[in-house]
């Protein structure tokens, strides 16, 4: 069990949903529901994933919800991709945000070494 409001990947996960959030509103209309909807749920999920995580007595039920945000992380960084494709996300951004999923990415699974 640990404390998820304390950990270093939680509150950078946390910061970067904000940034999916607020770059997906800037989506055309018809996306906002469709890649909008899907990257702000798959980085939802990566927060919420390391929330309930915190709440298991088990290591294998910590590192079921570490592999689950892990997943996530994957799943959004190919809608990143596909929303850079598509000219929805410059290059700039683009560079930048790729940057940070990865490292969350990272971040999440040496955390979850601890719990295997």
């Known amino acids: ?6 950990l270093e990947v939680y509150r950078r996960a ?15 209309k018809f996306e906002m529901y469709a890649l909008g909807g899907q990257m702000r749920r798959a980085v939802d999920s990566i ?13 294998a ?3 079921l919800f570490l592999r689950h945000a892990i997943g996530s992380a994957n799943e959004l960084e190919a809608q990143i991709r596909r929303a850079w494709k598509l000219g929805y996300i410059s290059d700039d951004k ?7 999923i990865v490292e969350i990415r990272k971040m999440l699974l ?7």
């Open 1 to 6: 069990m640990y404390n998820f409001n304390r």
């Open 14 to 28: 946390d910061l970067f949903s904000d940034v999916i959030h607020e770059l997906t509103l800037k989506f055309p």
């Open 47 to 59: 927060v919420s994933n390391i929330a309930e995580g915190g709440g298991k007595n088990s290591n």
């Open 61 to 63: 039920e910590i590192s």
């Open 94 to 100: 683009n560079n930048i945000v790729s940057c940070e």
């Open 110 to 116: 040496g955390f979850m070494k601890r719990y295997k």
